[in-house]
């Protein structure tokens, strides 16, 4: 039997204000409160808490044989503090069932690995820390930013103590390759490698509501005929999405993880 793996990425960028050229000297404060309240409220109201909600019912339903994994960056989490504490107490719902676990990442979604060892370690450290303080248990499992990867970042995340990352599998790396397969670091093997599965991950993520597709509209019973086709050996499938507001962003989690 395979396993389907649902991954969602919840990120929020802190947004800057029109800083003009009088302000210089007359102020220091750059951020946006009022865009930052405004997209957060919005996205928290029509895509946060109906998907968490979704999910929650999903998995009272199928009584804990329905998983899935979130990452949600240190920047949203602040956020989500001051905006919309809602949106936490919904994520805190859903780990105290024991079936949505957190993974590790840096902290800004930030891109420091390819800058400073020093600073990449710190930002996971914080964000692995945020996670447990919130939710009651540390990361096992990293996922960088942007699903950056080599062998020598992998490497790295194995010595700072995680079993595991994932990743991205893109056809031009895989070639011949499935990345419906567990894989290991060349450097140290003691790190599974997870590979995202882009062609049916897009297919929900940017194609869903494209008229112009050649595979829509695409229903549930056609996207698991899908999932059906992928050969017996290849036991694993990881889907990941970003979690964000759209138009289709409530049908894609109440139709296809409802089928």
């Given amino acids: 039997m395979k396993s389907i793996c649902l991954y969602f990425k919840v990120h929020q960028p802190v947004r800057l204000r029109r800083f003009r050229f009088f302000d210089i000297g007359n102020s220091d404060y750059y951020y946006d409160d009022c865009a930052n309240e405004t997209i957060l409220s919005r996205v928290a109201e029509n895509c946060y808490l109906p998907a968490n909600k979704i999910i929650l019912d999903l998995i009272n339903k199928y009584q804990g044989r329905f998983k899935v994994a979130f990452s949600i960056s240190g920047t949203a989490i602040d956020q989500f503090k001051i905006y919309a504490p809602e949106v936490i107490e919904s994520f805190r719902k859903l780990a105290a069932t024991g079936c ?4 590790a990442e840096t902290y800004s979604h930030s891109l420091s690995v390819l800058k400073s060892k020093i600073e990449f370690k710190k930002q996971v450290e914080a964000h692995a820390t945020a996670m447990e303080t919130l939710f009651g248990k540390r990361p096992t499992i990293f996922t960088n930013t942007e699903f950056i990867y080599s062998d020598k970042i992998g490497a790295m995340v194995a010595e700072m103590g995680y ?4 990743t991205d599998g893109p056809n031009h790396i895989l070639k011949w390759r499935s990345p419906n397969y567990i894989y290991r670091n060349a450097i140290n093997p003691a790190l ?5 599965n882009d062609q049916l991950s897009d297919d929900i993520a940017f194609r869903f509501s494209n008229s112009d597709w050649s595979g829509w509209p695409l229903t549930a019973k056609k996207y698991v005929s899908w999932l059906n086709k992928i050969p017996k050996e290849e036991k694993i499938v990881n889907l990941s999405w ?7 962003a409530k049908s894609v989690i109440q139709g296809f993880l409802n089928f």
């Fill in 100 to 103: 949505v676990e957190f993974l």
């Fill in 163 to 166: 079993k595991a990352t994932l």
């Fill in 192 to 196: 599974t490698v997870l590979l995202k």
């Fill in 242 to 248: 970003i979690m964000k507001l759209s138009a289709s």
